[in-house]
């Protein structure tokens, strides 16, 4: 608390100093009197804004054949026709863009709008010290865009690269600079000339009527003071870029928990455009953080990332997002036309940037900006055209879609709204707040309400599925015959195990009361889950059906591939049998895995599934069943069951197992234990001697 108290007394008292080294500044007189006129500063335990007054010109110095040096840094050189400059704000000014205080307009204000390049900002201070105090110059805070300082013709520090024909720019930031010693006699004066060479961008022109050069005054004092100046600059800078954080925080937050949404429903990929259209936001906040806080990135990169790719790909990725949301197929043109709109707003907004600026000139840029603004207005439209066919589909949610629709259009178009000079930023504490960050506040608000609404539905829509699941698997136990019955002459076996909750495979045991004769039917509908399950009630109800006029095999395949034929993908293999009671078996085949008499496989032809074509010929054949012999019919299931290594169970172990299992459950447990990937049935049927009554 103490060093809290100190630290606020003796920021106090630097502004004093300041107000008052300001006030001995001379007014301004004409250049031709004002190339040697100096601001007199007294330096103590202070640091002094340099408000003025300066001598500015566009363009750069030739370099001094002699030395090497720019001849504009040389105190000596006399820049008496240059223009005179004063950098005192206004009170309460700030910068319109990062928020940083003590704003001025730069030389785009100044009459020389539309220029970019070299700019030379000179200043003579009269400087009166004590001997041996440690000078540091701070440069501006807020400048346009990078720049060295010359301190009596001797460069002392820079900000950017400028080892290049091109200099490196970056987003502004607090500097500061050490200069020799003070060496005069104590109570004398010397004369400082303080010399920058800046360099602006030509993308720079574009974000602001008052761009170019200084926007902040550089501080001279004691090393120290300047120190401490410096970092409170630096805590102004985090302060001013805080609020691009924390929507890029929470746009992160909520885009990771629309991703994490899918382990509720996969099935619903509007998660996955959300979660990923809110990241790639989250990702152009970090991305202008670390351009504003580091020197890792130049506003170049920022700009071609952001303005180029993630400012058009999230304008159309929004029109997306409401598409899967609403489900909407229709037109079926726009995706094509978005794609389009997509590429050539990102070449627009490059374009309009003046990114290009060598080969491109500074007209095209101005052009580009009307024309990024056509095509934003037209991405609006089909947000537009979308909403509405979501209101007219949905109603409410479609209301509340909308809302979000224009609160992400009032965040594409903030840039509009600055140059309409329409008050949309605010700086509570330091921190700038701007309308569209507001705004995709309010939308990050409004999609986690809709999000959690849908995500309410859908699981709703999950445990009515599950009730329909569980239902559809009772019913299918409920139609499966006993697992063990005896009939005079045979005892059938059957075991059922499905991959899934509700299975595709089937069967049904009919005994003919009439002649005493059984008809078995058994099949595999191709799929799995709930809808192979209603295929297999639609088979049973047929065979059923059937089986109550005609036990006749070919008859009941007959019926079954009429009730599956024009029915889309719906297929089964199936095989009927019919066993008199004398052991006469007729069987017919539709692509069914063939039966295995006594552990070896019947011969059968061929034939097609059920449901391929509308008369089909299926394969038939008959045999007589002995006493004691068994029949097995099974599905493919049993030879298709797979191991970790991707071993097949394979027909060679079914032919083994057949000639040592006892009973139809030890073949599916066979299967089941090797490894299951299919429904597994099995039935048996064995023929004994029936016993005849003894006569009286």
Same mark, same amino acid.
């Given at each position: 608390?103490?060093?809290?108290?100190?630290?606020?007394?003796?920021?106090?008292?630097?502004?004093?100093?300041?107000?008052?080294?300001?006030?001995?500044?001379?007014?301004?007189?004409?250049?031709?009197?004002?190339?040697?006129?100096?601001? #007199? @500063?007294?330096?103590?335990?202070?640091?002094?804004?340099?408000?003025?007054?300066?001598?500015?010109?566009?363009?750069?110095?030739?370099?001094?054949?002699?030395?090497?040096?720019?001849?504009?840094?040389?105190?000596?050189?006399?820049?008496?026709?240059?223009?005179?400059?004063? *950098?005192?704000?206004?009170?309460?000014?700030?910068?319109?863009?990062?928020?940083?205080?003590?704003?001025?307009?730069?030389?785009?204000?100044?009459?020389?709008?539309?220029?970019?390049?070299?700019?030379?900002?000179?200043?003579?201070?009269?400087?009166?010290?004590?001997?041996?105090?440690? *000078?540091?110059?701070?440069?501006?805070?807020?400048?346009?865009?990078?720049?060295?300082?010359?301190?009596?013709?001797?460069? @002392?520090? /820079?900000?950017?690269?400028?080892?290049? /024909?091109?200099?490196?720019?970056?987003?502004?930031?607090?500097?500061?600079?050490?200069?020799?010693?003070?060496?005069?006699?104590?109570?004398?004066?010397?004369?400082?000339?303080?010399?920058?060479?800046?360099?602006?961008?030509?993308?720079?022109?574009?974000?602001?009527?008052?761009?170019?050069?200084?926007?902040?005054?550089?501080?001279?004092?004691?090393?120290?003071?300047?120190?401490?100046?410096?970092?409170?600059?630096?805590?102004?800078?985090?302060?001013?870029?805080?609020?691009?954080?924390?929507?890029?925080?929470?746009?992160?937050?909520?885009?990771?928990?629309?991703?994490?949404?899918?382990?509720?429903?996969?099935?619903?990929?509007?998660?996955?455009?959300?979660?990923?259209?809110?990241?790639?936001?989250?990702?152009?906040?970090?991305?202008?953080?670390?351009?504003?806080?580091?020197?890792?990135?130049?506003?170049?990169?920022?700009?071609?990332?952001?303005?180029?790719?993630?400012?058009?790909?999230?304008?159309?990725?929004?029109?997306?997002?409401?598409?899967?949301?609403?489900?909407?197929?229709?037109?079926?043109?726009?995706?094509?036309?978005?794609?389009?709109?997509?590429?050539?707003?990102?070449?627009?907004?490059?374009?309009?940037?003046?990114?290009?600026?060598?080969?491109?000139?500074?007209?095209?840029?101005?052009?580009?900006?009307?024309?990024?603004?056509? *095509?934003?207005?037209?991405?609006?439209?089909?947000?537009?055209?979308?909403?509405?066919?979501?209101?007219?589909?949905?109603?409410?949610?479609?209301?509340?879609?909308?809302?979000?629709?224009?609160?992400?259009?009032?965040?594409?178009?903030?840039?509009?709204?600055?140059?309409?000079?329409?008050?949309?930023?605010?700086?509570?504490?330091?921190?700038?707040?701007?309308?569209?960050?507001?705004?995709?506040?309010?939308?990050?608000?409004?999609?986690?309400?809709?999000?959690?609404?849908?995500?309410?539905?859908?699981?709703?829509?999950?445990?009515?599925?599950?009730?329909?699941?569980?239902?559809?698997?009772?019913?299918?136990?409920?139609?499966?015959?006993?697992?063990?019955?005896?009939?005079?002459?045979?005892?059938?076996?059957?075991?059922?195990?499905?991959?899934?909750? @509700?299975?595709?495979?089937?069967?049904?045991?009919?005994?003919?009361?009439?002649?005493?004769?059984?008809?078995?039917?058994?099949?595999?509908?191709?799929?799995?889950?709930?809808?192979?399950?209603?295929?297999?009630?639609?088979?049973?109800?047929?065979?059923?059906?059937?089986?109550?006029?005609?036990?006749?095999?070919?008859?009941?395949?007959?019926?079954?591939?009429?009730?599956?034929?024009?029915?889309?993908?719906?297929?089964?293999?199936?095989?009927?049998?019919?066993?008199?009671?004398?052991?006469?078996?007729?069987?017919?085949?539709?692509?069914?895995?063939?039966?295995?008499?006594?552990?070896?496989?019947?011969?059968?032809?061929?034939?097609?599934?059920?449901?391929?074509?509308?008369?089909?010929?299926?394969?038939?054949? #008959?045999?007589?069943?002995?006493?004691?012999?068994?029949?097995?019919?099974?599905?493919?299931?049993?030879?298709?069951?797979?191991?970790?290594?991707? #071993?097949?169970?394979?027909?060679?172990?079914? #032919?083994?197992?057949?000639?040592?299992?006892?009973?139809?459950?030890?073949?599916?447990?066979?299967?089941?234990?090797?490894?299951?990937?299919?429904?597994?049935?099995?039935?048996?049927?064995?023929?004994?001697?029936?016993?005849?009554?003894?006569?009286?």
């Amino acid at each position: 608390m103490a060093r809290r108290v100190g630290l606020s007394l003796w920021t106090a008292g630097v502004l004093v100093c300041g107000t008052l080294a300001a006030a001995q500044s001379a007014p301004r007189s004409t250049p031709l009197v004002e190339s040697r006129r100096t601001s #007199h @500063v007294t330096l103590g335990q202070s640091a002094v804004p340099l408000y003025g007054p300066w001598k500015f010109i566009v363009g750069d110095s030739p370099i001094d054949a002699k030395t090497g040096k720019p001849l504009w840094a040389d105190p000596d050189f006399d820049d008496s026709n240059w223009e005179t400059v004063d *950098l005192t704000p206004k009170n309460g000014s700030i910068d319109p863009i990062s928020g940083l205080s003590g704003y001025v307009p730069g030389w785009t204000a100044r009459g020389h709008r539309g220029y970019w390049g070299y700019a030379w900002y000179r200043i003579r201070v009269q400087l009166q010290a004590t001997p041996g105090d440690k *000078l540091a110059l701070a440069g501006p805070s807020d400048v346009d865009d990078v720049y060295q300082a010359f301190d009596n013709g001797k460069l @002392v520090g /820079s900000f950017g690269d400028f080892s290049t /024909s091109t200099p490196t720019a970056y987003y502004s930031q607090p500097m500061m600079f050490q200069l020799p010693p003070w060496e005069s006699v104590s109570g004398r004066e010397s004369t400082q000339v303080l010399a920058f060479r800046l360099w602006m961008l030509p993308s720079t022109l574009t974000e602001s009527d008052e761009a170019g050069g200084f926007h902040t005054a550089p501080l001279l004092g004691q090393m120290d003071a300047i120190s401490a100046q410096h970092q409170l600059r630096w805590e102004e800078l985090i302060r001013a870029y805080a609020g691009r954080l924390i929507e890029g925080i929470v746009f992160s937050v909520l885009g990771v928990v629309a991703l994490s949404l899918t382990l509720f429903d996969p099935s619903d990929r509007v998660y996955l455009w959300i979660g990923a259209l809110l990241l790639s936001i989250a990702a152009g906040s970090y991305l202008e953080i670390v351009a504003a806080w580091t020197q890792w990135i130049g506003p170049v990169v920022a700009l071609v990332v952001r303005y180029g790719f993630t400012n058009a790909l999230v304008f159309a990725g929004w029109v997306v997002v409401w598409r899967v949301w609403f489900r909407l197929r229709r037109p079926a043109w726009i995706p094509r036309v978005l794609a389009v709109l997509a590429v050539l707003l990102a070449l627009s907004n490059l374009l309009a940037q003046n990114v290009f600026f060598t080969t491109v000139p500074l007209s095209v840029s101005h052009a580009s900006e009307v024309v990024s603004l056509c *095509l934003r207005m037209a991405l609006t439209g089909l947000m537009l055209i979308t909403a509405i066919q979501g209101i007219r589909e949905q109603g409410p949610e479609g209301w509340a879609a909308l809302s979000a629709m224009l609160l992400a259009g009032i965040s594409e178009f903030y840039t509009e709204l600055q140059f309409l000079h329409i008050l949309n930023f605010w700086f509570p504490f330091g921190i700038q707040i701007t309308t569209r960050q507001l705004a995709n506040l309010l939308l990050v608000a409004v999609l986690a309400a809709l999000l959690l609404r849908r995500l309410v539905l859908s699981i709703r829509r999950q445990r009515q599925m599950a009730l329909d699941v569980k239902q559809a698997q009772e019913v299918q136990q409920v139609i499966l015959p006993e697992a063990r019955i005896t009939l005079p002459g045979l005892v059938i076996e059957s075991e059922y195990r499905p991959a899934r909750e @509700v299975g595709g495979d089937f069967f049904q045991i009919i005994p003919q009361k009439t002649d005493g004769s059984l008809l078995i039917v058994a099949g595999d509908v191709t799929g799995k889950g709930l809808k192979a399950g209603m295929l297999v009630g639609l088979l049973v109800g047929a065979v059923r059906s059937t089986a109550d006029w005609s036990a006749d095999p070919v008859v009941v395949l007959r019926a079954l591939n009429q009730r599956l034929f024009g029915r889309s993908d719906a297929q089964a293999t199936c095989l009927a049998l019919r066993i008199a009671s004398d052991g006469a078996v007729t069987l017919a085949n539709a692509g069914h895995m063939a039966p295995y008499l006594n552990g070896e496989p019947l011969a059968m032809e061929g034939a097609l599934p059920l449901g391929m074509m509308e008369s089909t010929e299926f394969s038939v054949m #008959h045999f007589r069943l002995k006493p004691d012999d068994k029949l097995v019919l099974m599905s493919d299931g049993i030879a298709e069951a797979t191991d970790a290594d991707g #071993h097949l169970f394979g027909f060679e172990r079914v #032919h083994e197992l057949l000639h040592s299992a006892k009973s139809a459950a030890e073949v599916a447990n066979a299967a089941q234990s090797f490894g299951q990937d299919d429904d597994i049935s099995v039935i048996s049927v064995t023929r004994i001697p029936v016993i005849e009554p003894a006569l009286a």
